[in-house]
């Protein structure tokens, strides 16, 4: 590169124009920002580890309670008698997989609380579709619900049930992790 009459010019004049000045304030605003974002952070941090800790201990809830609810035998358990394909759900195992289940309807509730203002903002079209999605899982969940009313024994309305729950799980992961992503 050649060095021109012109850049010693532009040198000088920028020399001429340099201009400094006390900022006593500058640094503590600078140091005070860094430690709120830092504060934010561990807070994100800190609810993400909560909201998995709790969806893991949900999962395993709800593991246990269908486990109750199919009647898993062990390898070696004698063969059910003649004609009994499936047992009834007793009214005590009915009970046990609505608490399983209600307690995990409360975890998923409280990562969709977490995530709704993700969600409502939908400023890309990523998230509105995230949107749409939980709107219509809401919808065949409030279906499924009304379903199992009619009839709380049903076993396979259950586990369809569960299986749109997960789904919603998942997708408010999805939604989460586009947050952390963004960050």
Not at 65 to 73: A, F, H, P, Y
Not at 97 to 125: F, H, Q
Request: include cysteine.
């Amino acid at each position: 590169m050649k060095h021109t009459l012109e850049d010693d010019e532009i040198s000088r004049a920028a020399r001429e124009l340099h201009r400094e000045w006390d900022s006593p304030e500058l640094w503590p605003r600078i140091q005070a920002a860094l430690a709120a974002e830092a504060a934010r952070a561990e807070r994100r941090r800190g609810l993400r580890v909560r909201t998995w800790l709790s969806l893991a201990a949900a999962a395993a809830v709800v593991v246990l309670g269908l486990s109750v609810l199919l009647r898993v035998r062990a390898p070696g358990e004698g063969v059910p008698a003649a004609g009994a394909e499936r047992r009834l759900l007793t009214d005590k195992a009915l009970r046990e997989v609505e608490r399983t289940e209600n307690d995990y309807v409360r975890s998923i509730d409280e990562l969709s609380r977490v995530a709704e203002p993700k969600v409502e903002e939908a400023g890309s079209p990523l998230m509105m579709s995230y949107r749409e999605k939980l709107l219509l899982l809401d919808s065949a969940i409030a279906e499924c619900r009304a379903r199992i009313d009619r009839n709380r024994f049903n076993a396979r309305l259950r586990r369809e049930l569960l299986s749109l729950y997960q789904e919603k799980q998942h997708t408010l992961q999805q939604v989460m992790k586009e947050d952390a992503d963004a960050l």
